[in-house]
């Protein structure tokens, strides 16, 4: 069963940039997409963006100008940065696997990390 | 942009059904999923692909379809039903959406 963990700073200054990583553990980052996920405090879920191992990307429109999602292989882990940040940026940042297929359109959020509040604040 | 609709809130008695609906334009030709979500947890696939229950999830999770809207419904209610419940899919260019999210309270 893969694990994934996100690591990073629990509090980021407005204008500054956010950066994340998620640890992938008991599996190989390879031949799949991985993405990010948030949530704000007592809100819902919104999809950030994705990655394949081989680095494409897919990004949320409504983030894309601000946001750079890498893949580094030889560590098993993918990382999360958005920069520009303000207090509508904190949340509950979720790391997860995306299970695709030919059959599956779209693919879904599988395995999920536990998460890490960033919150932005002066 | 693109929109699956939920209901804030679904209430229902221990021991009876549930049902929780998502509608959006796209359903007709994107699949839905379905996460519940308990308080500080991370979500969980209860429903993949419309009507597919994963293993591990309880027979009473059950999912359907029709046009533009998909239902989950959950029959015999139990306690630890009680959670957010959020739809996921996609729109015509692939950028994941999940519904607002529906808080299921069991009476």
């Known amino acids: 069963q893969v694990q994934l963990q996100e690591s990073g700073p629990g509090l980021v200054k407005p204008s500054e940039t956010l950066s994340l990583t998620c640890a992938v553990s008991?599996?190989?980052?390879?031949?799949?997409?991985w993405s990010w996920i948030r949530q704000p405090p007592g809100k819902g879920l919104e999809w950030i963006g994705s990655?394949?191992?081989?680095?494409?990307?897919e990004y949320n429109p409504s983030l894309k100008s601000r946001l750079s999602i890498s893949v580094a292989t030889s560590k098993n882990q993918f990382s999360l940065r958005l920069s520009s940040v303000t207090a509508a940026d904190t949340a509950i940042y979720y790391c997860?696997?995306?299970?695709?297929?030919?059959?599956?359109?779209?693919?879904?959020?599988?395995?999920w990390g536990q998460g890490t509040l960033v919150t932005v604040s002066s | 942009s693109y929109e699956l609709t939920q209901p804030p809130s679904v209430s229902v008695s221990l021991g009876q059904m549930a049902r929780i609906t998502c509608s959006g334009e796209?359903?007709?030709?994107?699949?839905a999923y379905w996460y519940q979500q308990k308080p500080g947890q991370f979500p969980v696939v209860v429903i993949y692909?419309?009507?597919e229950r994963p293993s591990g999830i309880p027979e009473r999770f059950s999912g359907s379809g029709s046009g533009t809207m998909v239902t989950l419904t959950i029959s015999g209610v139990q306690a630890e039903d009680e959670a957010d419940y959020y739809c996921?899919?996609?729109?015509?260019?692939?950028?994941?959406?999940f519904g607002g999210g529906t808080k299921l309270t069991v009476l």
């Open positions: 997860a696997r995306v299970y695709r297929a030919a059959d599956t359109n779209p693919g879904y959020f599988q395995d």
């Open positions: 008991g599996g190989s980052i390879s031949g799949y997409y």
């Open positions: 990655i394949y191992y081989s680095g494409s990307t």
């Open positions: 796209a359903l007709p030709k994107k699949y």
């Open positions: 692909k419309d009507t």
């Open positions: 996921l899919s996609a729109d015509s260019s692939g950028t994941y959406v």
